[in-house]
Every structure is written in C-alpha cells, then in structure tokens.
C-alpha cells in the first residue's frame, strides 16, 4: 500500500512548494518499491491537486527519477547521512534535479531553494526538517563548481543508471551503450498512431497543420509530434481517430499480416495499444487476455474510444483453462519482462530492477510461449515481442523457443534500439516472428 500524506487546505496548489512536496512522496514511494505511474495515481486520487498542478507534479517525478544517480552522489557529498523519512530524501533529489538543470527546468535556483523548504514547512512528516532542506541546497549552490566533478566521478553519478545496468549494456552492447544510456534520459516524444480506419497520415498531418500543431510522419500510421501536449488537446484523439503509441510499437501489429476473417489472440494485451492497431488492420475475431482485470479494463475503455470490439478474457497465459479449444491463426505474445528498453518512458524501471529479475522473467516468458504455441494452428504465425535490450529475454529466448519447438522463424526487426534523434526516435523493442509447420 503507498502512504499518502495529503496537504494542508491551505496549501497554494499553483505554487512550486506544494508541488515538490508531491512529487517528494511519489519519488519516497519509488524508493519503497512501487512504481511511479501508480505513486502519482494514488496522489491524485487522494489529494485535491487541481489539473495543472497535477502535470507539474508529474513532470518533478519524471525528473527527479532521470536525475536520481547524480542527485543521490551529491547527497552524498552534502549530508552527514542519509536523510530520513523517506520523503525528505525524496524532496531533496526532486530539487536538486531542478538546480542541476537549471536552464532546462526553467526555475532560477534561489525560488528552488526557498520552495523546496516551503514543501518541507507544509508537509506533516517534513516541517522539522526547514533548516536541513535550506543548508543542504544552499551549501550545493555555493559549492556547485566543487561538488559537480566529484558526484560524477561514479558510473551512478555519470549516467543515472544502477552500476550493474551499466555494466550489463557494456556487455551486450560494447559499441553502442553510451548512445543507449543517453537515449534512455531524454523526455520521450509524444507519437501518434492514425487509425487507418479514420483517416491516412496524409490527411491527419494536415488536421495537425490546420491546429497549428507541428509534426512530422515517423512510419506508416506514425506521427510523433514536435512538441508534446495534453491528450485533451490532440485533435481526433477523443473520437479514436488517433491513439498514443511509440513508433517501435508500432510494428508489431502489421508484422503479423492479419486479414479479414482471422482468429487472433493478443495475450499479455494490457493496456491494448496492439489490440487496437490489430483491430484496425483488419476485421478480426481478436481475443484479448490479461491476468488482471482491471488491466482489461484499460483495454475495453480503449476499444471503446476507437469504436472497436474484442473478447476481453482474464486468464493467466501460461495455463488454457480460458481457451476454448479452437487454435489461433495469429498470436501477439507481447510476453512480460523487465522494460529494460523504455526507461525514458518509465525512467523509474531502473531504480525499481535487479540483476535477478532478468532470469526470472525470462523463465515465465518461456513457459507463456510454450503453451501459447501449443494453441496456434498449423501454419499459423506468432509474434514474440519484448521491450527489453537484454538478450535473455529476447534473442537468446527466441533461439531456444525456436529450437524447442521446431519453430520457422521469419524475417522480423529483432533488436531495435532505443533512439533519441530528428530521424529516428523509438524504445528499445525486439521482434521475432515464427510460423508453425503445416499438419
């Protein structure tokens, strides 16, 4: 359960303090083990952060879990031992994000200061604390020019990543993982998917010029805006025109060549992104499976913005107790794993992760995949998709699937990196496609 300590009434929800002390207790709640998207749900829900301040609070987070090596090195430096509660620790890395990027936060560092010890004056667990939050980023902004060499003299403190995280992209990746580390602390961009069903890029792109909104096409129904706005305010998006989905995520759907007519089963589905482009790719009998039902719920809200129908079923992949028995033409096993290649969308996943988590998830995929080929025609095709960069989980799983099952594996994408640049810009995904021999 993440605790929540609400604010005061009085509390100015336009002002940076009350931010911080939000986002304060949603960088504590990452630290405690719990996802960030899921911290921040929980403030929301519970506080009387107005809309605005909502995002601001969102964006400190983002932040501060982008920054939260180099933040926890300077800490290092500035305080005489950790500081606790929890929370305290968290305001001070989220304005220490804030100082270290100044120019880019668009604060000066002196209203930082002096709001980050107005968080601390109005939050509960941290009012005795006024005075450490004070000394500690003054003490950083008289000794920036000392303490900024020496902070990043750690893998940590260089590049926001765990040690082991680093060393692991080394491994793998000896060429490219300065490029991959760099690309995984940049801001994500805000890409579209056209529903081809409602419109061509063509025609959208020129609703998007019509809106004075810029942007630019990035695959076949992928349109990544120039600058990131509110859901609220992209054109279409209300009515299914248009859906949120990063371009590499894009390709799942068409590598499975659906046609009218196909039986399709998407498992792993949450929160449906490939189940709608799947459905409007072509008119399918699609089933959708997910473990959680309130995860399907996030699917059926989505399908209902896109004027779309599936059969939503809860069922664990790795059993058939919710199978009916008839196979599949197609299968989505977007099979679970440790997001390891989109961590600029969720810059928490790597704080969250341990070296362990590689084996075991690899482990659970392989027996997902093995009993969903077992539901798959003769034939058919099955599209293993992971956001993962570590080769357990995605090629190395791929060989050994193959091999197992006597699998034809077909041209697909395999490891795409993660990319953060005017011509290219997409996580960090791999594809490998199979087709079962004929009966």
Request: charge should be neutral; aromatic fraction near 6%.
């Amino acid at each position: 359960m993440i605790q929540i300590s609400l604010l005061p009434p009085g509390a100015k929800a336009d002002s940076l303090g009350y931010q911080l002390a939000y986002a304060a207790q949603a960088v504590a709640a990452v630290r405690a083990g719990h996802a960030l998207p899921q911290a921040l749900a929980q403030i929301f829900s519970r506080s009387d952060a107005p809309p605005s301040a909502r995002g601001a609070i969102q964006d400190l987070s983002y932040r501060a879990m982008r920054s939260l090596g180099l933040s926890d090195s300077l800490l290092g430096l500035l305080a005489n031992k950790p500081p606790q509660p929890e929370v305290l620790h968290g305001l001070l890395v989220t304005a220490l994000a804030l100082l270290v990027n100044e120019e880019d936060a668009g604060y000066d560092s002196f209203t930082v200061v002096d709001q980050a010890v107005e968080a601390a004056a109005i939050s509960q667990e941290m009012s005795f604390a006024k005075g450490v939050v004070n000394a500690i980023l003054r003490r950083f902004l008289r000794e920036r020019a000392t303490l900024m060499p020496q902070a990043t003299k750690t893998p940590p403190g260089t590049w926001n990543y765990p040690t082991w995280w680093i060393d692991r992209l080394k491994g793998a990746y000896p060429e490219q993982w300065q490029a991959i580390l760099h690309a995984g602390n940049q801001p994500p961009p805000l890409t579209l998917r056209v529903n081809r069903r409602r419109a061509s890029v063509e025609q959208y792109l020129s609703t998007l010029q019509q809106a004075g909104i810029g942007a630019r096409a990035v695959g076949p129904y992928a349109v990544r805006l120039d600058k990131p706005v509110p859901v609220q305010q992209i054109p279409g998006f209300a009515e299914g025109v248009v859906s949120v989905q990063d371009a590499a995520a894009q390709l799942a759907a068409p590598l499975l060549e659906v046609a009218d007519g196909m039986r399709v089963l998407d498992a792993c589905a949450a929160p449906g992104g490939k189940t709608g482009h799947l459905l409007e790719l072509a008119d399918i009998e699609l089933q959708a499976l997910d473990h959680d039902p309130r995860r399907l719920q996030r699917i059926a809200e989505n399908l209902d913005r896109l004027q779309l129908k599936a059969q939503l079923i809860t069922g664990d992949a790795r059993e058939d107790g919710w199978w009916d028995g008839q196979g599949f033409d197609r299968i989505l096993a977007d099979v679970p794993c440790t997001a390891s290649g989109i961590v600029r969308r969720h810059p928490d996943i790597r704080w969250l992760r341990r070296k362990t988590d590689t084996a075991q998830l690899a482990t659970l995929s392989a027996q997902i995949l093995d009993k969903l080929w077992q539901m798959l025609r003769p034939d058919g095709k099955l599209l293993l998709v992971t956001c993962s960069l570590w080769p357990q989980e995605s090629e190395q799983q791929a060989i050994a699937f193959a091999q197992k099952n006597h699998a034809i594996r077909l041209p697909a994408p395999g490891q795409l990196l993660p990319t953060a640049g005017a011509d290219a810009d997409h996580d960090g995904l791999f594809y490998a496609l199979f087709q079962k021999p004929g009966a």
